[in-house]
């Protein structure tokens, strides 16, 4: 048997790196200053669905991104790494989306790619934190889920359930679940493979439409004749059929109401050096006074 | 109707802290709004579930007592929850930034249309004036979900003026469990499981679950040796734990460390997505103090900062500042405990 699995894939921020440029003067984000990475557990789901296609020879994985033209960087990663086609959802209508426009975004474009098995994505990204679209396409597409998953251990095709070892707070635990579902891979589980080489070769030139400078559509256009699969599929709002009142802001129950830059209020502090006198008189200080001992 | 709900986490039959650390929270969040405080406690074999909540100030339990309750699973807890809200219009729901609560809250979102803020650190209730989606009007009494973003360098308030409920996630350790009233008295309601679960809903099965105590101290250490990216590497980070072990204290860590590989125990992260702290003492080493990392200490009654950047921002909240290089501080400071404790 073989499956079909989507993977969902989202280029953000580098926000573990970030430096005292990131915020302009003005208090906004300084973007040009935070390189665009991979989502670091996405890597980890995609890892997870070359074991399945590995495993069930015949399988394919179809990556899907959410985000500015740029973010078919992934999916040409996701290429270089074992996935079989990808797809880039960009559309200015989208721009603003909170976690519940986002996922119903990506829910109508998993409906497109359609006959899924297994959806993959990580458990949350790190330029939010916030663990929430994972469970939130499940709903919209009245699946079950698992989440914090670290490993699928075993997957039955005829009886149509897998199994998952998956972390709880405290512990881990084993569960099975039916197909189809979504499970949402935390960072603890293996690590992804790295490009073949080969693949980096076959797939060095493919791009999305948006990415192409206008002057040389000819170029492409021949190029992608000769080879499809350098076409990656781009999907804007229509093409995935979202109603426009549940999509970007306008889809987005949560608002921004205050943005605070942080400033400390600053403490009387007491500044010592590393000399031997400082040291040994803190401590001192902090025994006297019971603070330590 | 319209009253603030809390979704209670329980293991076996205990409902855990940070449900009640919600209550508490919850309650005050009701006594400002003028409205009733209601729990959910769903599990299996949870009679007299009611004695560990009503304290808090719980003015309602709703309970779901069934087989298959307990472990918790997704589907059926989500399928109480969306099937009670129907009936009760809650204004707002808290819930645990614990894996259950995780879990939960996005699909209870995703079925109610309403947002769903992760993993904050204040929650207030606010009137403002607020344009949304180019109409511009007055919201009273809205729940303000506060929470560090984007790297740490902004606190972001966010609201959710035209849904409900207004949901929100919170750690455990960061709102204060405070008993209301050990005589607090409220109403129970013990829910037919079956009328809000539909027997299809019981999808996946728990073959096994291992649940530990937690491996470290850190919640209640009170000396908290934390370190953070300024460490450098593992080997420097064992002088933490040399230093800790010598005041009787634990190892903590920034998320940078933990990111970098410094210390394995993912469970030693101080912070806005980890642990928040309270010690007597907390003393960081090499820490430069992100907002998410203070979220995690700023409570703390003495903090001592080791750091060789004169400008590190958790210097403006540290009592003392050593301005030096941890491989040399570090050392020092067990070096000085061991002479002078005698």
Not at chain 2, 157 to 175: F, K, L, S, Y
Not at chain 2, 227 to 246: H, I, P, V
Request: hydrophobic share 40%; proline share 5%.
């Amino acid at each position: 048997m073989s499956l079909k699995i989507v993977v969902l894939a989202k280029q953000v921020p580098d926000t573990r790196n970030v430096g005292p440029d990131a915020m302009t003067e003005q208090g906004t984000i300084n973007r040009a200053a935070l390189p665009a990475v991979f989502n670091p557990e996405d890597l980890n789901a995609l890892e997870q669905a070359l074991r399945l296609k590995d495993q069930f020879p015949g399988s394919t994985i179809s990556v899907v991104t959410m985000g500015l033209p740029k973010s078919a960087e992934v999916v040409r990663e996701s290429l270089y790494r074992g996935a079989d086609e990808g797809f880039v959802v960009t559309d200015r209508t989208l721009g603003g989306a909170d976690t519940l426009a986002t996922s119903y975004t990506l829910a109508q474009a998993i409906k497109k790619v359609g006959n899924y098995d297994i959806i993959l994505c990580g458990r949350q990204a790190i330029d939010g934190d916030t663990a929430q679209v994972g469970p939130q396409i499940a709903q919209k597409l009245g699946l079950t889920q698992v989440t914090y998953a670290e490993e699928i251990l075993s997957l039955d095709e005829k009886a149509r359930k897998v199994v998952i070892r998956r972390l709880i707070d405290g512990g881990v635990e084993t569960v099975e679940a039916p197909l189809p579902l979504v499970v949402t891979v935390n960072g603890s589980a293996a690590p992804c493979r790295p490009r073949n080489a080969k693949r980096v070769m076959k797939y060095k030139n493919a791009t999305a439409v948006a990415e192409r400078a206008p002057e040389a559509a000819e170029k492409y256009a021949a190029l992608i004749a000769e080879k499809p699969y350098l076409n990656i599929a781009q999907w804007g709002a229509a093409d995935i059929e979202a109603d426009p009142a549940q999509i970007g802001k306008a889809g987005s129950p949560t608002n921004v109401k205050a943005v605070k830059n942080i400033v400390f209020k600053a403490k009387e502090s007491r500044t010592l050096t590393a000399s031997d006198e400082d040291v040994e008189g803190l401590i001192k200080e902090l025994l006297e006074g019971k603070i330590i001992g | 109707m319209n009253n603030v709900f809390v979704y209670c986490e329980i293991e076996g039959t205990t409902v855990k802290d940070v449900s009640l650390e919600l209550l508490s929270k919850g309650r005050k969040l009701a006594d400002t709004l003028g409205v009733q405080l209601e729990c959910i406690c769903a599990a299996s074999g949870i009679d007299g579930i009611e004695k560990q909540v009503f304290p808090y100030g719980v003015d309602k339990v709703h309970v779901f007592d069934a087989e298959g309750l307990f472990p918790y699973t997704t589907n059926p807890h989500a399928s109480l929850v969306i099937n009670l809200f129907k009936e009760e219009q809650p204004q707002i729901c808290l819930m645990g930034a614990t894996v259950i609560g995780r879990d939960l809250g996005p699909r209870i979102s995703a079925a109610t249309h309403s947002g769903l803020t992760a993993d904050c650190t204040e929650l207030e209730i606010d009137s403002f004036e607020m344009s949304i989606g180019g109409v511009k009007k007055f919201y009273e009494n809205q729940l303000c979900q506060i929470r560090p973003a984007f790297g740490g360098n902004i606190v972001a308030t966010i609201v959710n003026p035209e849904h409900r409920p207004q949901m929100a996630t919170v750690r455990e350790g960061v709102m204060k469990k405070e008993i209301k009233d050990v005589n607090y008295k409220g109403e129970v309601v013990k829910h037919d499981v079956a009328k809000y679960v539909p027997e299809a809903e019981y999808v996946v099965k728990v073959l096994e679950r291992h649940v530990e105590a937690a491996k470290n101290n850190l919640k209640s250490a009170p000396i908290v040796v934390a370190g953070g990216y300024g460490m450098g590497s593992k080997e420097n980070f064992d002088m933490l734990f040399e230093l800790a072990k010598e005041l009787h204290g634990e190892v903590g860590a920034s998320r940078a460390a933990i990111d970098a590989g410094f210390v394995a125990d993912h469970d030693r992260q101080i912070g806005q997505t980890g642990l928040t702290v309270r010690p007597k003492v907390y003393i960081a080493c090499g820490i430069s103090g992100q907002i998410q990392h203070i979220a995690g200490m700023q409570d703390s009654g003495i903090i001592i900062s080791v750091n060789n950047d004169p400008d590190a921002p958790i210097n403006a909240i540290a009592d003392y500042v050593i301005n030096g290089n941890v491989e040399e501080v570090v050392p020092k400071l067990i070096k000085y405990y061991k002479a002078n404790n005698k």
